[in-house]
């Protein structure tokens, strides 16, 4: 039988079950409580429940009702005696938003009227950008527009629900997508990027074993539409789009031992937008944006000489495709050319290239366009997740190398999900792909892990 408020609960609540209790009584929704205390979704979960079994009730209301009867929580206008020691006032949940992204900024909550004032003054600033007007030659129709994203907060994350291969981890400390991702020794690092508050120059770095964040050193150039590529222990993020709207030409070099870091030679053209994978003594960029038309080009950078080269051209032009490394090729699937999202998938041999020979081959296409995806490779197979401008998707999409065949499985957004950042981790219990942020009508902060392999050990 469930208690009534004229009976105490059986323990005392923790000061976290208090604050979860406080922004229950908001009705925010799991996913809105875990994102502003940065915890899991999963971790909200297993709170409420204990909330639920001290307090002796079975819903969410009833947790509110009895917590603002207790005195626990303190709602505008309440009448009654002075409330409980420690408890917290609820704000609303536009106050709730509000203090969150204030949080992320160091500043305290803007009031509403500046609200608007400062969204009027940013939505001005976005249609200056975005105006069709002179454009640089060369440039294709409208492609630029796809380097930008305008945030709709009357938009939603579409969620699949419960999934079986599919779980939460610990959100990241502030939204973004259009970063550059990259796994050494079981840390993933999340580099710079775009979020609610533009161009960002943070590298956030999650722990998965312990399912915690933790900062490194800024990047000393923030861009967006970025990339990585790891060897040897450091990690390479070259280009990308600058605070002007520009790319940029520059390779920043971190390393993760020493938390610090260098500059490489610069690129042969500003670049943002691009594929790249690391291969041998380097890496690959292939495509990309170069501030006036998305190019076919294949750069090669090598890490031990310090320099650039021009290795060849792909079969189209395009940015927004994503890159990964089977069986000694380099496979390169979708992508954007200014007016159409491709299918496509393409395989890259370095060594074809190397003797003189045509290195490209056309492979069976996705079953649908995409740009703005991310892919792993995980024994054999190829992974792509997310992406696309120009329709929503509710399924990811896996190729079968060797029997070159595309299949599906489940996604854990329904809808747009795009410029997010996909990392491989190889656990005792298997193969997990780690999704992080992206776009879904506004900056995420979820992180998510896919089990594409299971393994078992008998006795």
Known sequence: MNKTPNHEPEQELSDREREILALVATGATNQQIARALYISPNTVKTHLRNIFAK????????????????GLVVVEGQEGG??????????????ALERY???????????????LALAASLLLALLVLLWPGPRPSGAQPGADTRLFD????????????TLSRWRDGAQMPGPAGRFAQAEVGGLIYVISGAGPEGLTDAVRVYDVAKDVWEHGSPKPTPAANIGAAVLEGRIYVPGGLGSDGMPLDRLEIYEP??????????LPVPLCAYAIVAYGQGFYLL?????QRYLDTVYYYDIKGETWRLEGQMPTPRGFAAAALADGRIYLVGGYDGEAEYRTCESYDPALAQAGLDPWRSHAPMRSGRAGHASVTVLGHLYVLGGGWEQPFAVNERYDVANDVWSTFDSPVVGEWRTLGASRIDTGAG?????????????????????????????
């Open 55 to 70: 307090l002796g009730v079975e819903s969410r209301t009833e947790a509110t009702l009895f917590a603002i009867q207790r």
């Open 82 to 95: 002075a409330p409980e020691a420690g408890a917290i006032e609820p704000p609303t949940p536009e106050a």
């Open 101 to 115: 992204w204030a949080s992320q900024r160091g500043l305290r909550p803007l009031g509403w009227a500046r609200s």
């Open 150 to 161: 305008l945030p709709n907060p009357g938009q939603a994350e579409g969620e699949q629900g």
């Open 257 to 266: 031992l020493e938390d610090r870091w260098t500059q490489g030679p610069s």
């Open 287 to 291: 495509g990309g944006w170069d501030g």
């Open 431 to 459: 193969t997990f792909i780690y999704t992080i942020g992206g776009w879904s009508g506004n900056y995420l902060s979820a992180v998510r892990a896919y089990q594409a392999f299971y393994r078992i050990y008998l006795p």
